[in-house]
Nanobody, 115 residues
Framework: QVQLVESGGGLVQPGGSLRLSCAAS????????MAWYRQAPGKQREWVTT???????NYVGSVKGRFTISRDNAKNTMYLQMNAMKPEDTAVYYC?????????WGQGTQVTVSS
């Protein structure tokens, strides 16, 4: 059983930055991919970005050039660096781990972008 714990959320002003972390209870090297999703109030959960085990990344158009996903296999942790943040980035951010058997989700961390 894999456990994922997100951290790093909080309140940030428009144009500011935050870095989210997703710590896994086991080795992330075995994961096929890891991803970040977000869910804004009253909206469906949406995919934000993915990094596969080869380090290949993909982003939703609204965050390209502003967000960067990375993973540190030695620390069993994935990161999301968020820059030039906008009010529309406000959401609960979730990390996900994809394995050959199933997917695992974290509990989420709140990110609020407001002046």
């Amino acid at each position: 059983q894999v456990q994922l714990v997100e951290s790093g959320g909080g309140l940030v002003q428009p144009g500011g930055s935050l870095r989210l972390s997703c710590a896994a209870s086991g080795s992330i090297f075995s994961f096929n991919a890891m991803a970040w999703y977000r869910q804004a109030p009253g909206k469906q959960r949406e995919w934000v970005t993915t990094i596969d085990k080869n380090g290949i990344t993909n982003y939703v158009g609204s965050v390209k050039g502003r967000f960067t996903i990375s993973r540190d296999n030695a620390k069993n942790t994935m990161y999301l660096q968020m820059n030039a943040m906008k009010p529309e980035d406000t959401a609960v951010y979730y990390c996900k781990a994809v394995t050959t058997i199933t997917d695992y989700w974290g509990q989420g961390t709140q990110v609020t972008v407001s002046s």
